[in-house]
């Protein structure tokens, strides 16, 4: 009697165990949809950084390559900077800063110029509190480059999407300026 008492608990418990195995199974196989043409959150910035050239610019320099290029040819591979850069609404430097992006790039290219950057926005404005992760490749001679939004935190908390960058000016190897048009896609 005992013996048909445990193998009817065994099938229950059995029984019990796949369908919980087929309904977690059922929602990993269908993600939460997202609606690839209509961001959930879209704005564009302005991404400024002065590179310090080890001259006369320390005081306002915003990145400094920390490990530079081991000398493998006439190119930059190898060369690792560490940035603090603000981020700006409009063109304009000295325009009040929504942001900083704080971060580094390095270039990983050995017959060219590309890097994989990994940058976090970190808001502190009265319109947005706390970050937003950027990292990928940053296809540098691409005129337009899609870089993933991996995450965040505060009013992006766990934030997925792409910042659309594109090179918005130069100043010869001391300033860049870059026009970063973010879409969110997965907002909580």
Aim: glycine fraction near 6%; proline fraction near 4%; aromatic fraction near 16%.
């Amino acid at each position: 009697m005992t013996s048909i008492i445990e193998n009817q608990n065994f099938k229950v418990l059995f029984s019990f165990f796949l369908l919980v195995l087929f309904f977690s199974h059922t929602v990993s196989v269908f993600p939460k949809y997202i609606d690839q043409k209509k961001p959930c959150k879209q704005f564009s910035f302005y991404y400024h950084d002065i590179i310090y050239d080890g001259a006369d610019n320390a005081a306002n320099a915003t990145s400094a390559a920390i490990v530079n290029p081991p000398g493998l040819g006439n190119f930059k591979f190898g060369k690792l900077v560490i940035f603090d850069d603000p981020i700006t609404m409009d063109t304009n430097y000295l325009s009040e800063y929504v942001a900083r992006a704080q971060g580094f790039y390095f270039y990983d290219k050995k017959l060219g110029v590309n890097a994989w950057i990994c940058l976090t926005l970190v808001f502190n404005s009265t319109e947005h509190k706390g970050t937003l992760n950027i990292m990928g490749a940053d296809l540098m001679r691409e005129p337009t480059r899609d870089i993933p939004v991996v995450g965040g935190t505060g009013d992006f908390f766990m934030a997925r999407g792409i910042a659309i960058v594109e090179t918005d000016a130069t100043e010869g190897l001391r300033y860049f300026r870059l026009k970063m048009d973010i879409k969110l896609y997965e907002c909580y």
